[in-house]
């Protein structure tokens, strides 16, 4: 009986830490979260924003389960000019007063090539939840050369619609696509 108590804890044991072992969080200094629209039809203009997290648990190594989870503080935009980025935080663009946040979270993944998924998930927004499917590529794991601990890289892709947001209704899409193409690169690491 006590052999079957001992292994019994034993497995508890091994099965909260490789519970605890299968999250992994963005690496900010290595991480960004970008976006591109288009000003006039003509040119292309971008940013980011600088404050978010992310994460991703997946029992599988090549993530094919994984689910992903980001939230970034809206006014932490940040497209090189201060003008600009004042007024993306006003109520006509992110209002970011009363919407200091916006999140992800996938809800399915699903192959679609090596190493290349399609991810769906919930995106809120401005208020707004609507449900957003990005190309996600899983670009390896590595060691770190210093730590020896492993770190994973991704790249995820796709366009959405700020109208499907709320997101700038006072710019039509002549001045301002209303198309906005979403590129996230990140280093994640095991905490």
């Known amino acids: 009986m006590k052999k079957v108590l001992l292994l019994t804890g034993v497995c508890a044991v091994l099965t909260a830490f490789a519970v605890i072992n299968n999250v992994w ?3 900010p200094p290595h991480s960004q979260l970008g976006f591109t ?3 006039f039809g003509i040119n292309d203009v971008s940013g980011n924003f600088q404050d978010f997290e992310a994460t991703i648990e997946a029992t599988r190594p090549d993530f094919s389960d994984a ?3 980001l939230t970034a503080k809206t006014a932490s935009i ?14 006509d663009f992110f209002d970011v007063e009363q919407y200091p946040t916006l999140s992800y979270k996938s809800t399915s993944i699903k192959t679609a090539g090596k190493n290349k998924y399609k991810l769906t998930g919930d995106l809120t927004l401005h208020g707004v939840t609507k449900p957003v499917i ?16 492993p ?3 991704f790249r995820v892709t796709g366009t959405i619609k700020r109208s499907d947001f709320g ?13 906005v193409r979403i590129k996230a690169d990140g280093e994640f690491k095991q905490p």
Not at 137 to 146: F, K, L
Not at 167 to 179: C, I, Q, R, T
């Open 78 to 91: 940040n497209t090189r000019v201060e003008m600009r980025d004042n007024h993306l935080k006003s109520a």
């Open 25 to 27: 969080k963005n690496d």
């Open 37 to 39: 629209v288009t000003h």
């Open 167 to 179: 997101v700038g209704p006072k710019f039509a899409d002549g001045m301002l696509s209303d198309e």
């Open 151 to 153: 770190i994973a890289g």
């Open 134 to 149: 990005m190309d996600l590529d899983y670009r390896g794991t590595v060691d770190h050369p210093q730590t020896k601990k």
């Open 67 to 69: 689910i992903f989870t």
